[in-house]
């Protein structure tokens, strides 16, 4: 089957602007997360969904981040106002409820 | 707090040698779960493997292996005659399963490179 995919994959864009991200995950997938790759960070976590639950927002670097999924199924993250430090790799990952998590081939993010 | 240490950043060997990638975890927590995960130069993370904390027993996967000794905190990862195409980074992690979340916490990856 499908697996989780991603769009755009490159994005570019200048500073101040905003940006939308958008994640596909695999069908039946109830457990969505968002992780952003940086050189100087590594890997961290951003954000979590699962099911109709509040999602576990602890992982998002600052109120300029933001994350939504419609319908249980589809998540955008939108970062407003884009500083250069967001410049990273977004990946997007999902899973049966404590099941593991398949990652999508990410969104390379680069601010001017 | 969770931790995952991978103490080796770079590793070089040639073709059909055995290499051992590291893993050092810290958590709190009674029940985890513990993954390998690769990231070849394309870029997308491959899921290798899954390990719950109750579990112990190794796992052989073709040239892949695994040790995992709770008494040391280590999820150790052997590649036995390794290839060109095992060059990729590859990164451990930990989930708690406990608290909702399910989040990953990743160690910094070990870079490995396979020379002909």
């Known amino acids: 089957g499908a697996g989780v995919s991603q769009s755009p994959s490159n994005k570019v864009t200048e500073k101040g602007k905003d940006v939308e991200l958008r994640c596909d995950p695999i069908?039946?997938?109830?457990?969505l997360y968002w992780y952003r790759q940086s050189l100087g960070q590594g890997l961290e976590f951003l954000i979590y969904?699962?099911?109709?639950?509040?999602?576990?927002k602890s992982g998002l670097p600052s109120d300029r981040f933001s994350a939504e999924r419609t319908g249980g199924s589809v998540s955008t993250l939108t970062i407003q106002r884009t500083q250069q430090e967001d410049s990273a790799v977004y990946l997007c990952?999902?899973?049966?409820?404590?099941?593991?998590?398949?990652f999508g081939p990410g969104t390379r993010l680069l601010v001017l | 707090a969770q931790k995952v240490t991978q103490a080796q950043t770079e590793i070089s060997v040639v073709e059909k040698e055995d290499v051992t990638l590291d893993c050092v975890y810290e958590?709190?927590?009674?029940?985890?779960?513990l993954f390998w995960y690769k990231q070849p130069p394309s870029g997308e993370l491959v899921f290798l493997i899954r390990?719950?904390?109750?579990?112990?027993q190794n796992e052989i996967s073709g040239r892949y292996s695994w040790n995992f000794q709770k008494s040391t905190s280590s999820f150790n990862f052997t590649i036995t005659a390794s290839q060109v195409v095992d060059s990729a980074v590859y990164f451990c992690?930990?989930?708690?399963?406990?608290?909702?979340?399910?989040?990953?916490?990743f160690g910094k990856g070990t870079k490995l490179t396979v020379n002909p």
């Open positions: 990952a999902s899973s049966l409820i404590f099941g593991t998590q398949y």
């Open positions: 069908s039946g997938h109830t457990a």
């Open positions: 969904f699962q099911g109709n639950s509040a999602p576990d």
């Open positions: 958590t709190r927590d009674t029940t985890y779960y």
């Open positions: 390990r719950n904390s109750f579990d112990e």
């Open positions: 992690a930990l989930s708690e399963t406990q608290g909702g979340s399910e989040k990953l916490v």
